[in-house]
């Protein structure tokens, strides 16, 4: 590399080197670890990393595959998460998916908030040595949780969609609409992350809503009461519709869902338990 993109690049002023020193490096891991408890072992892969590339997602509006394509390749962007040679990579999809669907579960389940907490921990560091003054500062969680919670929902409905369909693809009619037809083909072709990597947020609320009618459509179609029950299950859970527009049904707001709905597609009767709730045998 040349003396003068070394120069820019080294600069302790420019964006990415302070998102390494006052957002990177000041995010405590230790408080995830629970999220590996109970036998799960540890993450394969940096904690602080991946939580600061869910910041970097989020800050610039990235789908996941435009997300991976710049942690990647753009040098900036790799200096930001603390990747200094081109032979470094950042963690595997799996992982990132996996470590952003135990801490929604862990959220939910104890009633906590993960990312919160480090949010608050790590401007609490930054006005002490940045030497703030102010009566209130703050980061703020929300969008980030929010979106997590949304990715981990299209997960787990198009899972259950896609192993449907490819269980009993030889007993159903594809739909005979043009944009149902599509997504069905995609459903027996790729895995569920090939589908909605790509994605941005606005396009995963469509494919939520698609996901819906193409769920109708293929209840609709008698394989077999047994064979239908968990995707029967998932669409009750997870989506309601209008007395005066039944083909049309709309996503459940997510405090409408019980906590003792389906969670994973391999294992139905997992579930959400909340501090102080009993876990039942049909739960």
């Known amino acids: 590399m040349g003396d003068r993109k070394q120069k820019i690049l080294e600069d302790p002023k420019a964006w990415h080197n302070i998102f390494f020193k006052e957002v990177l490096s000041r995010i405590d891991e230790h408080p995830y670890a629970v999220l590996y408890a109970e036998g799960k072992g540890r993450p394969n ?24 394509d710049a942690c990647r390749f753009d040098m900036k962007v790799m200096c930001a998460l603390g990747i ?27 009633s906590s908030d993960l990312l919160r907490d480090t949010f608050a921990d790590i401007t609490t560091q930054q006005v002490a040595s940045l030497k703030i003054g102010g009566k209130k500062i703050r980061m703020d969680s929300k969008l980030i949780n929010s979106n997590i919670a949304q990715s981990n929902r299209l997960q787990l409905i198009l899972e259950a969609t896609r192993k449907y369909v ?22 027996q072709t790729k895995s569920t992350s090939n589908i909605s990597y790509g994605l941005s947020g606005g396009q995963k609320k469509e494919m939520l809503l698609q996901l819906g009618q193409l769920i109708q459509y293929l209840l609709s179609i008698d394989v077999g009461a047994e064979n239908s029950h968990i995707l029967s299950r998932i669409y009750k859970e997870q989506y309601e519709t209008d ?4 083909d049309n049904p709309t996503l459940k707001p997510p405090k409408d869902i019980p906590s003792c709905s389906i969670q994973s597609v391999h294992d139905p009767d997992a579930a959400y338990r909340r501090k102080g709730q009993v876990r039942t045998s049909k739960q």
């Open 45 to 68: 892969a940096s904690v602080r990393t991946m939580i600061s590339m869910m910041i970097l997602k989020e800050g610039q509006g990235w789908s996941d595959e435009q997300m991976y």
């Open 84 to 110: 200094f040679h081109m032979d470094q990579d950042v963690p595997a999809v799996a992982t990132y998916y996996e470590f952003r669907r135990l801490l929604e579960a862990y959220n939910n389940r104890e």
């Open 166 to 187: 490819t269980e009993y693809r030889s007993l159903i009619e594809a739909p005979k609409e043009a944009s149902l037809a599509e997504l069905y083909d995609k459903l």
């Open 243 to 246: 007395g005066e527009d039944e």
